[in-house]
């Protein structure tokens, strides 16, 4: 989730007209990589059934390539405003957004 976050900060600045991007893909990409190693630790060391591994693994490679390829990431956005026409998220998007 927190990926996705990110992702909708990168499509925020990129509508307004920055073009400098990277950091936030980085940092995503740097904590899909952190969840997916300690994930597999855990099935390495029976603490996490192998089916729940699957599903996070998938889940996470899936919110990284969200994150990183800019015309799914479009797509994704189209897609939950057609389902939902106001995000849940809008209000913490918003506020993380202007921090930065």
């Known amino acids: ?16 007209g920055h073009h400098d991007d990277w950091p936030g893909v980085v940092l995503g990409v740097a904590i899909g990589l952190v969840l997916l190693f300690w994930v597999v630790n855990l ?30 990431l479009d797509a994704v956005t189209r897609a939950s405003v057609a389902l939902l026409p106001v995000p849940s998220l809008s209000i913490v998007r918003a506020r993380a957004c202007s921090r930065s």
């Open 43 to 72: 099935i390495r060391q029976d603490r996490l059934y192998v089916g729940y591994g699957v599903i996070f693994v998938f889940g996470t490679l899936a919110a990284m390539t969200v994150l990183i390829v800019p015309p799914l």
């Open 1 to 16: 989730m927190l990926m996705l976050l990110l992702a909708s900060c990168r499509r925020t600045s990129r509508e307004s």
